[in-house]
C-alpha cells in the first residue's frame, strides 16, 4: 500500500475571529458573529496545520460541496 491510500481528515476554514469569553457566554440563536474574512473570499483547505488549498463553496445536488480555485503559491499562503 503506497502512501497515496493513506486516510486523511480534511476540513474547510471559514474564518475566525477573537472575543472575550463572556461574549461567547451571552450568544443566543440568530446572533451574528463577524469573521477575518470578506464576502468572496474563498475558505481554505486543510489538513491539520497543512494549507493544502483555496477553495469557494458550491452545491452538489442536496449537499454542500467546495470547488478548487487556488494553490498556496508560498509560505503567505496566497492563492494562485
Same mark, same amino acid.
Given at each position: 500500500?503506497?502512501?497515496?491510500?493513506?486516510?486523511?481528515?480534511?476540513?474547510? *476554514? /471559514? $474564518?475566525?475571529?477573537?472575543?472575550?469569553?463572556?461574549?461567547?457566554?451571552? !450568544?443566543?440563536?440568530?446572533?451574528? #458573529? =463577524?469573521?477575518?474574512? *470578506? /464576502? $468572496?473570499?474563498?475558505?481554505?483547505?486543510?489538513?491539520?496545520?497543512?494549507? !493544502?488549498?483555496?477553495?469557494?463553496? #458550491? =452545491?452538489?445536488?442536496?449537499? /454542500?460541496?467546495?470547488?478548487?480555485?487556488?494553490?498556496?503559491?508560498?509560505?503567505?499562503?496566497?492563492?494562485?
Amino acid at each position: 500500500m503506497g502512501f497515496e491510500a493513506i486516510p486523511l481528515r480534511v476540513t474547510v *476554514r /471559514v $474564518g475566525g475571529t477573537r472575543c472575550r469569553m463572556a461574549k461567547l457566554a451571552e !450568544l443566543r440563536p440568530g446572533e451574528i #458573529v =463577524a469573521l477575518d474574512r *470578506r /464576502v $468572496g473570499e474563498p475558505f481554505e483547505l486543510r489538513s491539520g496545520p497543512v494549507l !493544502l488549498g483555496f477553495v469557494q463553496p #458550491v =452545491a452538489m445536488g442536496e449537499i /454542500v460541496a467546495v470547488k478548487l480555485v487556488g494553490v498556496p503559491e508560498d509560505d503567505n499562503a496566497t492563492p494562485r
